[in-house]
């Protein structure tokens, strides 16, 4: 759109987190003036957070490769993208023929869902690998919601979102969303709606082993301690049923396994748990009862719940209590979307309904799921000699040294493969094992859909971002990058080289935004089923650059239930054979000592977005917060350094005092520690900080899922000499007395 003579305005959306924020980007002689929230969005109404301005730091960061290029003993060379397809495709097909399919092992990290070329094109290439060891970043984040979607309602894509905009009562567990911006939850400020919630009467209740900025808008919070959530939940459904408060409304027609729940329940009273968990009997009665008779509800419970050793029970404990107190599939508790691409009716290849343990990993024995293994099982499966043990790996989009449990081991396993090569713009503490690093554009250099992200959305929406600069001739976007290597993985000589080569050409042809345009036609507010309507089609949206809205999320259930009867699981079995473990927890647990938790910031994103100087620049981010009893107890002082040590491994790290933290909880923010070697990231090695991986372990899981249990690592924290302060921390640290 123009302006005045040369200034000009682009409309897209953020994709940096789940907020999908639409943004207005000023431009003059294609230099960006200004990065503002787009009021015009119908969805997020001109918000944005401070990380936006990430889209432009990334696209004008020096560090950042836009060639391929391949390891030596003299640093990293460039070489053409032909040598680099033919080359990978050759050192992946020798391991593979020396040692079988599986010994190739594939690990996709987050962006992966923020982007819609990977989310569209990342399936078909990963399949041409034909491997077995499958890993992602779903496996130390939201897989404990997708089997508890597959087991209870058939597909692993029905996840409910929390009506935050129309609850009367919300219960959050483990998250926090004035921080994260909402995850499984996509509803731009969630400050905001957090403050209208309690506006209009409603009341917020959070559970979190940290006051967290969330907890200050919250009207009330409550300490727990960690890993404990589970006997909260079962106590709080323990009252709903001893209480007869249980009340199904229409679930009850098509809801099965009820009897079976309550009976689970019986033996978790909240007097039992009371002490485990750091709240109070009375208090767990109160909430069992004012939640079950609120006039809606939703309990909602992100990554400190779906992260620890009872991740998957917590998870369907949570669809439990919204179910029996008659929330889900209901306004103001918990629904489902119909966005406009449905990934839900879309064929099994691209998003499949899930599948569970058909394989098992080959050390540990950890379930598959849905085609994946658990991250924390990809270091052994690569350190541990014998048949399918991986040899090469395959990383895109993904920083697993940083973001899965023990990177040190990890650093080891990536430096002792025979061949890696890396999808990422980046040279950081994962791809500097890489033996070929092959960089896609970034954000502002391709078009994108959030495909992912409406389905999570409050809202039934539709945007599409165009690109706003156009790569370089020599650059690739990650789906050529993918259907480059597919084509030559599927290229077995013969006939199976004219099929691939027809295969690329077609899928080249339609690109991501052809399969879009198929995918948004077919879809529910699309022109195929309804032709005499003037239904959604690519074209048509690209017709509203704020976007479009199909209204507020309503009721949809038994219909799109994918189970076989149409009914909702209430109770499946490998749920309840998990509460043994549950029942035996609760007189083993450790409570003494210090248990670790992590911390998002605002200005960051996992482990990416600190070689942007605006975003890590001022007070150290990188900071363990203790509570002051615990600190004075081991003598450390504000600002002091300290030795931070777990059963995997230690790390150093300044210390602030904080009042926010339970007793006995300990907590360091994720996705820092970029002083390893090698790593080429200038701004981010200046702010280095530690990493929390270094401390969280691969052996703590959640049974179920194989998900990393990140909450509630038992550590040591010494201060290390009385000299060690950190000058900026203490500065900033004073000046905030
Ligand atoms: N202790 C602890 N660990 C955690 C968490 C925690 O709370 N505590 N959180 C977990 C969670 S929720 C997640 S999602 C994971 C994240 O785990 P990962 O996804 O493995 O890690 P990220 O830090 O997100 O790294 C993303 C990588 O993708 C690259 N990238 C960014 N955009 C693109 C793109 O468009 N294309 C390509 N090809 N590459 C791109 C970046 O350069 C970076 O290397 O971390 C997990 N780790
Ligand atoms: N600014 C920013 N935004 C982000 C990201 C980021 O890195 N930075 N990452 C994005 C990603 S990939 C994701 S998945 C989302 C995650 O979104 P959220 O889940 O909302 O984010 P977290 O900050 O990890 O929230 C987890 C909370 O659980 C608490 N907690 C830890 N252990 C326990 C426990 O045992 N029980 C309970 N009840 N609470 C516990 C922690 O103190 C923390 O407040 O955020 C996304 N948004
Ligand atoms: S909240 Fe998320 S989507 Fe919105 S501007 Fe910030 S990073 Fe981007
Ligand atoms: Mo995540």
Redesign the pocket.
Known sequence: MQTNSNEYKHHRSC?LCEAMCGVEITLADKKIISIRGDKDDPFSKGHICPKVVALED?YNDKD?LKYPVRRTSNGWEKISWTEAFDEVAKQLKSVQSRYGNSAVGV??????I??Y??TLFGPMFFASLHTKNKF???S???LTHHIASYFMFGHQLLLPVADIERTDFMLILGANPVVSNG?LLTAPDMAGKLKALRKRGGKVVLVDPRRTETARLASEHLFIRPGTDVFLLLAILNVIFKENLVNLGRLAAFTDGLKIVKKAVADFPPEKVAEITGIAQNKIQELARSFAKAKTAVCYGR?GV??QEFGGVCQWLINVLNIVTGNLDKVGGALFTLPAFDPITAPESLAPKGSYGRWHSRVRKLPEFAGELP?VALAEEILTPGKNQIKALV??????V????NGQQLDSAFASLEFMV?????I?E??RHAHII??????LE?DNYDLALSLLAVENVAKYSPVLFEPDSNQRH?WQ?YLELQSRMESKGGLSDVVAQVKKQVMSYLGPSGMLDLGLQFGPYGTKFNPFSSGLSLNKLKETPHGVSFGQLEPCLPERLFTPAKTIKLAPEIYIKDLKRVKEKLTSIKTDGLFLI???QLSS????LHNSLRLVKGRPKCVLLINPEDASKRNITNGQTVVVSSRVGRIEIPVEISEEMMLGVVS?P??WGHNRSNVELSVAKEHAGAS??D??DELAIDAVSGT?A?SGVSVEVEAVSNRAYNRELLESLKASD
């Open positions: 994709n990334l950042r690990y996709f990290g987050n962006p992966t923020h982007n070329g990977t992602s970043a779903t130390v984040d939201q995850s990554m779906s992260t991250s990383t895109s989009a993904g920083n697993p940083l973001s899965t449990p890396s999808i990422d713009f980046y950081n994962t791809t092959l960089p896609p554009t970034v954000a391709h990650d990058i992590g911390r998002r994103s996992n482990s990416w360091i994720h996705g929390l991986n401390l969280t990393a990140f």
